[in-house]
């Protein structure tokens, strides 16, 4: 963790007006809204490469009212999105910053294709969990790498300098709490220490930090961590050493269906579409329509902490189009089958039972009815041959909560002023989420990644262009 010294004054060899910490969606989208306005940029980021836990998602941003959007006939807005990320997360956001996030994302998506190339489209043949309209944008190969590269080299082309293999260690502040410059320790043990005007957060939450996740989100404190290692709770740490506010520290983004061992997460609409999860004993265990965060912990709780995900080819045919399950098929981890014993053998699971949960899903299909675990099943297909399972195991993806910011993304202290310098973005920044897991919303954190990203770069390099004249 880098330690915040509070000086006076101090000389830096050299200083950047905008100095941003991450090179993830959050880190890169500032900058580009930074150099946009005029600034000179530096993101300073921890690998060899920027990936970030954007490299690791699905790299779906939803947006409401945008052009794809309407080119495919959905109908949408910021008023229904917002109240789809209130429902989700029972009214526990900030309600002004949900209504500010849904209002500036359809915008931030449409600026990236048009002033940066980024190719996006809707996914128009299916609906996420909670979600009243399709407002999923991707790029071509549904993938968080995808993004990230793209994100990347519209930087590059902007000419954003990204200093690679640099972390940082120290942060210097002055008694009102701005941030005066920071220290880099790079791999090989040499040091610098830049001074920044501006000071963007965009290194994430504390996902890899095992103390506060037990301390903030006990019931994953043993999960598998499916975030980025770094994420080590920096910016909230330094952002709490300057007296700033942070709020729903337990609010994270599980995932049920990752797959197990080999790590790769498997779309949840296998699940939407029609599919189910199963437990090693080839029973039913929950309502899985509930959303994917909140199903983490409960396939934690089956034996093993292992499950199965249960679908078919038609589901299978809808989830080709993520470059994810096209990789878990070429690695032969995407079991198929003609009957669901045949299924149950290559499971490894009582045929007999799986057998009865396939009759049972297929007749509450069939009558269109609630099952005991409260699952509506009305209009949903039943499956049909061939069948595919695949094993997963419930995962901590990244945390929601963290630093409290205004609409300009400036970081509050704890009576509501602001900070003279400092920005939070993406997992930095309290997101709109709620307290824990179930107020997840598909797409949250990269709504709040791009959204607030963007807010940040524009209110920072406004700031330095207002300096610079005055």
Not at 113 to 121: P, V
Not at 175 to 196: F, M, N, Q
Not at 445 to 455: E, H, K, N, P, S
Request: with cysteine; net charge negative.
């Amino acid at each position: 963790m880098a330690d915040v010294h509070r000086v006076e004054e101090k000389t830096f060899e050299f200083e950047v007006p905008v100095v941003i910490v991450g090179a993830g969606a959050a880190g890169l989208v500032a900058a580009l809204a930074a150099r946009e306005a005029g600034a000179d940029v530096l993101v300073i980021e921890r690998d060899s490469v920027p990936r970030g836990s954007t490299a690791l998602s699905a790299g779906l941003i939803p947006a409401p009212g945008t052009r794809f959007q309407k080119a495919a006939g959905i109908e949408d807005s910021p008023g229904l999105f917002a109240r789809d990320i209130l429902a989700k997360a029972h009214d526990e956001p900030d309600g002004d910053q949900v209504a500010l996030v849904t209002r500036e994302i359809g915008p931030a998506i449409e600026w990236l294709a048009d002033n940066h190339g980024l190719a996006f489209s809707v996914i128009d043949d299916f609906t996420y969990p909670g979600h009243s309209a399709r407002r999923m944008h991707g790029l071509p190969q549904r993938s968080g790498e995808e993004l990230i590269d793209a994100l990347r080299q519209a930087a590059e082309a902007a000419g954003i300098e990204i200093l690679c293999d640099a972390h940082v260690t120290d942060l210097w502040a002055d008694a009102t709490g701005r941030v005066l410059g920071l220290g880099l320790v790079r791999p090989d043990g040499s040091t610098d220490e830049v001074g920044c005007g501006e000071l963007i957060l965009a290194c994430n939450g504390y996902g890899g930090n095992k103390a506060l996740v037990a301390e903030h989100v006990p019931s994953l404190s043993d999960a598998l961590y499916f975030g980025h290692e770094g994420n080590q709770g920096d910016a909230i740490l330094w952002g709490e050493a300057l007296g700033a506010a942070s709020r729903h520290l337990g609010g994270h983004q599980g995932h049920g269906s990752v797959a197990h061992p080999a790590g790769i997460l498997i779309s949840w609409a296998t699940v939407t579409e029609g599919g189910f999860q199963v437990n090693l004993n080839g029973e039913r265990f929950s309502n899985e329509a509930k959303g994917y965060s909140e199903q983490a912990a409960e396939v934690l709780r089956q034996p093993e902490g292992l499950a199965y995900t249960v679908f078919d080819e038609r589901i299978a045919g809808i989830v080709r189009q993520f470059e994810d399950f096209r990789r878990a098929e070429a690695m032969g981890i995407i079991l198929t089958a003609d009957t669901p014993e045949a299924l149950a053998e290559r499971m490894n699971v009582p045929s007999g039972m799986l057998a009865e949960t396939f009759a049972e899903v297929s007749r509450l299909k069939a009558e269109g009815a609630r099952d005991g675990f409260g699952r509506e099943f009305s209009g949903v297909a039943d499956l049909a041959a061939p069948y595919h399972a695949v094993r997963v195991t419930g995962a901590l993806f990244h945390t929601q909560g963290g630093l409290v910011v205004d609409d300009a993304a400036r970081v509050l202290t704890r009576d509501g002023a602001v900070l003279p310098n400092l920005y939070a973005t993406g997992g930095a920044a309290c997101g709109v989420s709620g307290k824990d897991a179930s107020g997840y919303l598909s797409g949250n954190g990269l709504l709040t990644a791009v959204a607030l990203g963007r807010l940040a770069g524009q209110a920072a390099g406004r700031r330095v262009a207002v300096l610079a004249s005055a």
